[in-house]
């Protein structure tokens, strides 16, 4: 890995600060031994994908039933999932002024089809996924705003060339859904819907897709890393509902729980009555609660009402009941997840809105509301049906009953309800959690506060916003990049009048079987799902 | 006990405790607000909490007190089950007697339509209107007319084409009676026990048919104390909360084997060639 | 007979056209289509370029076509057995017709032969011993199938089968030509709780039906005549009484495919009724209108059948 002196300096100093702050609580670590080959191991994925194609689609389903079977230019390390390394690239370096990223690739690799790997399929990839006209909800829109073009230097060599300096680069690459797929196989199915279309570099070989019912990978014998994978296989099996898949994991089917969603504290108390050969464990999720208030109408395109909100939101009770206490309140970024990036959170709990006791916000809040409202008013809360995003509305709107916003539960199906939120059609939205695809300080800004984003379902512009995060985008020095967004997150706690309020980060538990080995969940919730090297004991 | 009253408690003491159960359901659904202790969508205690003093019947996983929603489930089921019912049943009827007596276009026209409707799913046809109108108590109701219109149409299509078969009808038309005459005076007091027994069996089923939907997702809005809802929100925490399921669900069990039990009753008292035993 | 069964196809041919007409407007009337879901569920492209991919999905898929342009397109290709591309699983729906159908049919089936050598016996027995000790009995356990929503049976089920006996059935989908003890091993549960829950009504059924008939002449007249009291009841009661509870058998049998919804997502059994109701709710238009025509082709088929076999059973019944 050859590249400039200072940037694998910081790069080393990052991880050594996430790695201090990451150890995911209460995994213990596993003794040292020799890793045994063989074995299935069994998950589950919470719904049928469909559609198979890593690069065109987007909930997080597709990219279980895929992970293992494609490998990326980079990857998160899966005995350390902060740590970038390399994958299908064996070295990379980048040009002096950062905008130029040059990959060699591993030599010497196969197709599960046979077929010889090389930089043709690197660009035939990512030209498909940059292309302006392709739909490509998460490697390509992560990438597009940074890169320019790519081009295939010569069989072993890939160039990219980034439009800035992006610092968000490397470890979009190295997201699991900018993964590497056949030339040959996208000329032939013209997409990777396909299960026959799933041939790719990875661990794992794509065994079958009996719908409704299970996805299979079996292990592939030439995969370019000699040793690995040890398992002989993985199986998912595709529950729908908590209730069936609590009943899987206490009845010795499966042997995690690394899914979204998380388990809540009832079910995890309850398997852990009924298996002692489980570890339970706590885990942030990378995602956040947010509620959005819809800043194009009455009564919150009234920066006052908007602020009310804001202020007597009760972010702690929020965790505390609907997350069960696992979440952290009012971050905009964690400091779990991003290191020193984020806010220290005790001056965030000294913010509008976060602090505690709440009497002086609630009764700011209420004045608000009675200097337009003097009768207080009527609005529809909306929420999707959908895990428990029900109960998390009644306790919002018996928060917003405080100052005299009476509002009555409007519920939307799972799927068809995105379709309102992304037209506008609603007045709040009291929970959507929002999951991040990268682990970047930038994301969470992009996808919800900016004044384009996709997840700004408020349509709330600040140009302020809009310029603090570009600026903190394209800011090169690590310190100057790590103010930049202490300036945002402190602008966005101060003003509190956003459309988008950040209840907290979203945290919950999970279990794996003891005999599990070496497995280390990723950073994301689409991280660290290929199992390379994941082994299971006696 | 003394006469009419004492007869039907000894002769049909199963239509009796279904009869009590069904008193028992009334009155609790008019003295809601009397004797629920909390209101139906108050949260604000601590959630999960065991069946004790202060809550007999438990809270539930957003802090609401269990006994309040089932006090007022009693209302909404029975609101629910009543006007859906009500209006369905007697909208098929009326369609199919009159339909089945009138014969002609207008019977194998509506038959047709009673046809398309009866042959498409009913969970289906459930959730696309509930889709389609938008989650709320009235909403459940109408999708539930619209599931059980077409059946209580054909069913007393069947009766009324029997009844017409008498020759007191052919009497009837031959003496000069305006049809409108001969539905009112003859057809509907025929067809009345199967009217009733439709009904009563249609009640509980219902109710039971709106907790389905709310399985789904496509029953009354999750905050109303719905019993169905609360069965279906409760069997996610079914081992750490067994309450939250047990009281909704001795409840609807309770209103159905009443309404039931009263209902088959009723049909063995009216329907004169039921009366007496098999051997 | 054959002019009757005839009549009676031909009809087959309006109701199906009006059943599917029927779904065609009520999916449209749903808010929310595909082109919309796929687009916003992300969120995160800007606004300009999600309406940008909206029209072109759109017209990918011909939905900027009027209404009827669109129902007529369906239907000409519907009479070739074209029903078209999944929306969501971009294959041919009738691919997904014929992975799931078999696999409801079989659990319909089981379901309908365990109520019925359940339920009739049971109500036979409640009305030969009308009001006594055991008729209460029967009424009773046949009334709490009718009592517990059907997805709380299920949940218990599953519930009970985790907490006694730490086993659950078998999570993946095996076809009864495969291997017939591990499909039946998965596929006896909820045909158990949904049995539970039809038999209700026959046993109530059955035990009026005989009720009724057993005051008719004819059933006088062998007694009259001297026939043991079995043969009485078995022999004309029970065979005459029979045919209303046929009749419903078929309406019930006709509808379970739909009816099958709840059991299919809780004992994960992948058949038509979970894939129409992932459907509806992603908007995949072709999958719902090919689905809910077949299950309405099987109700209609159905009664035709039970309608036929009513016919045969008795004798005084015939058809112009």
């Known amino acids: 890995m050859t590249m400039g002196f200072r940037r694998l300096a910081r790069l080393a100093a990052l991880a050594a600060a996430l790695l201090a702050t990451i150890a995911v609580p209460g995994l213990p670590a596993d003794a040292q031994e020799k890793p045994r080959t063989g074995g299935i191991l069994t998950w589950f994925d919470y719904g049928d994908p469909g559609r198979l194609d890593v690069h065109a689609e987007s909930p997080l389903v597709v990219q279980q039933a895929t992970a293992g079977i494609y490998s990326g230019l980079l990857q998160y390390d899966p005995d350390e999932p902060s740590k970038i390394i390399g994958d299908l690239a064996e070295r990379w370096a980048s040009s002096p002024d950062g905008k130029t990223y040059t990959f060699h690739l591993r030599k010497g690799v196969k197709w599960h089809d046979g077929q010889p790997f090389s930089s043709a399929d690197v660009k035939a990839s990512f030209d498909r996924i940059l292309n302006p006209d392709f739909k490509s909800p998460k490697c390509g829109a992560s990438l597009k705003p940074m890169v320019a073009s790519v081009e295939a230097v010569d069989a072993n060599t890939v160039e990219f060339r980034l439009k800035f300096a992006a610092a968000p680069f490397l470890p979009s690459i190295a997201s699991a859904w900018c993964r590497v797929a056949a030339k040959h196989v996208l000329a032939k199915y013209g997409d990777l819907n396909a299960p026959e279309a799933q041939i790719g570099t990875g661990p794992f070989k794509f065994k079958k897709y009996e719908r409704g019912s299970v996805i299979e990978w079996e292990r592939n014998p030439s995969y370019f890393v000699p040793g690995l994978p040890y398992l002989d296989g993985v199986k998912q099996y595709i529950l729908v509902g908590g209730p069936t898949q609590l009943a899987a994991a206490k009845a010795s089917k499966i042997m995690l729980w690394d899914a979204w969603p998380p388990m809540r504290k009832t079910q995890a108390d309850e398997l852990g009555r009924a298996r002692t050969d489980v570890d339970i464990y706590q885990a942030p999720i990378n995602t956040v609660f947010f509620i959005y208030l819809n800043a194009k109408k009455p009564p919150f395109d009234n920066p006052d009402m908007r602020r009310a909100v804001n202020l007597v939101i009760d972010r702690q009770e929020l965790v505390a009941k609907s997350l069960e206490g696992a979440g952290v309140p009012c971050a905009i970024l964690d400091p779990k997840l991003v290191g020193d990036f984020a806010l220290p959170l005790d001056e965030v709990a000294k913010a509008p809105g976060c602090r505690q006791p709440k009497d002086a916000d609630v009764a700011e809040a209420k004045r608000l509301v009675e200097k337009h409202y003097p009768g207080g008013l009527d609005v529809e809360v909306a929420v999707r049906q959908v895990g428990n995003y029900v109960d998390r509305g009644q306790l919002v709107i018996a928060q917003l009953r405080k100052i005299g916003i009476r509002g009555t539960m409007k519920t939307h199906e799972s799927a068809a309800g995105y379709a309102a939120f992304g037209k506008g059609d609603f007045t709040i939205i009291a929970t959507q959690d929002r999951a991040m695809d990268v682990n970047e300080p930038s994301g969470v800004f992009h996808i919800s506060y900016t004044s384009q984003s996709g997840s700004n379902y408020g349509q709330y512009s600040d140009p302020k916003v809009d310029e603090l995060t570009e600026r903190a985008l394209k800011e090169t020095n690590r310190d100057k990049r790590r103010l930049a967004y202490w300036e945002l997150q402190r602008y966005l706690l101060a003003k509190g009048d956003h459309a988008s309020i950040a209840v907290g980060w979203v945290e919950g538990w999970f279990f794996k079987d003891k005999k599990l080995r070496n497995y280390k969940p990723g950073l994301t919730t689409y991280d660290n799902n290929t199992f390379m090297k994941v082994w299971i004991a006696q | ?279 | 007979m054959s002019t009757y069964i005839l009549r009676r196809l031909l009809l087959f041919v309006p109701t199906l056209l009006g059943a599917s007409i029927l779904i065609f407007v009520l999916m449209r009337l749903v808010p929310g289509d595909i082109a919309e879901i796929l687009v916003y569920q992300t969120g995160s492209e800007s606004s300009a370029v999600q309406k940008k991919q909206i029209q072109q999905i759109r017209q990918e898929l011909g939905l900027d076509r009027p209404v009827v342009t669109q129902y007529l397109d369906w239907i000409a290709g519907a009479v070739r057995g074209d029903f078209g591309q999944s929306y969501v699983q971009r294959r041919p729906v009738v691919d997904i017709l014929r992975e799931r159908f078999p696999r409801s049919m079989e659990l319909a089936v089981l379901t309908l032969l365990i109520a019925v050598v359940w339920a009739i016996p049971l109500g036979v027995v409640s009305a030969v011993r009308q009001n006594g000790p055991l008729d209460y009995l029967a009424r009773l356990v046949s009334l709490s199938g009718l009592s517990l929503p059907l997805f709380f049976t299920g949940a218990l089920i599953l519930y009970g089968l985790v907490r006694v006996f730490h086993w659950l059935p078998p999570l993946e989908f095996v076809s009864f030509t495969e291997d017939p003890v591990e499909n039946l091993k998965q596929l006896i549960w909820p045909a158990l709780a949904q049995a539970y829950y039809i038999s209700a009504p026959i046993t109530r059924l059955t035990r009026s039906q005989m009720l009724e008939v057993v005051r008719q002449d004819y059933v006088r007249t062998a007694r009259a005549k001297g026939l043991a009291e079995g043969a009485v009841v078995y022999r004309h009661a029970l065979r005459n009484s029979l045919l209303p509870v046929i009749t419903f058998i078929g309406w019930w049998g006709g509808r379970l495919l739909g009816g099958l919804v709840i059991m299919e997502i809780i004992f994960v059994v992948p058949g038509m009724g979970s894939a129409l109701i992932q459907a509806v709710s992603q908007r995949d238009y072709p999958a719902v209108q090919a689905m809910v025509f077949v299950m309405a082709l099987v109700f209609l088929v159905v009664n035709l059948a039970i309608d036929l076999l009513y016919a045969w059973l008795d004798p005084r019944i015939r058809y112009a």
């Not at chain 2, 017409?164 to 005076?185: D, K, L």
């Not at chain 2, 905050?223 to 009281?247: K, N, R």
Request: proline content about 6%; charged content about 10%.
């Open chain 2, 1 to 279: 006990m003394t006469g009419a009253l004492g007869r039907f408690l000894r002769g049909q003491p199963l239509g009796a405790a279904g009869a009590v159960v069904v008193v028992v359901l009334i009155l609790v659904a008019l003295l809601a607000p009397l004797l629920a202790p909390h209101g139906p969508k108050e949260t604000g205690f601590a959630t999960y909490v065991a069946p004790s003093r202060e809550f007999p019947m438990g809270t539930d996983q957003v802090g609401r007190d269990v006994l309040s929603r089932v006090i007022w489930g009693a209302r909404l089921s029975l609101y629910v089950g009543l006007v859906s019912v009500v209006f369905g049943v007697t909208l098929g009827a009326l369609w199919g007697v009159v339909t089945g007596y009138v014969g002609g276009a207008a019977d194998s026209g509506s038959q047709r339509v009673v046809d398309c409707l009866m042959a498409l799913p009913p969970i289906i046809l459930a959730l696309s209107l509930m889709a389609a109108l938008g989650q709320s108590v009235n909403n459940v109701i109408l999708a539930l007319v619209i599931l059980l219109t077409p059946t209580a149409a054909r069913t007393l299509r069947a009766v009324a084409l029997g009844v017409v078969a008498h020759p007191f009808i052919e009497a009837a038309e031959a003496a000069g009676a305006s049809r409108a005459r001969i539905i009112v005076r003859h057809l509907v007091p025929n067809c009345m026990a199967s009217y009733i027994v439709l009904v009563t069996t249609n009640i509980s089923y219902a109710i039971v048919v709106e907790a389905s939907l709310s399985f789904i997702g496509a029953g009354a809005p999750p905050d109303e104390p719905s019993w169905g809802g609360m069965l279906a929100q409760g069997i996610q925490a079914l081992e750490t909360a067994p309450w939250m399921v047990f009281f909704p669900g001795l409840a609807i069990s309770l209103a159905v084997f009443g309404l039931n039990l009263l209902g088959d009753s009723i049909r063995d008292l009216t329907d004169p060639r039921l009366r007496g035993g098999l051997g």
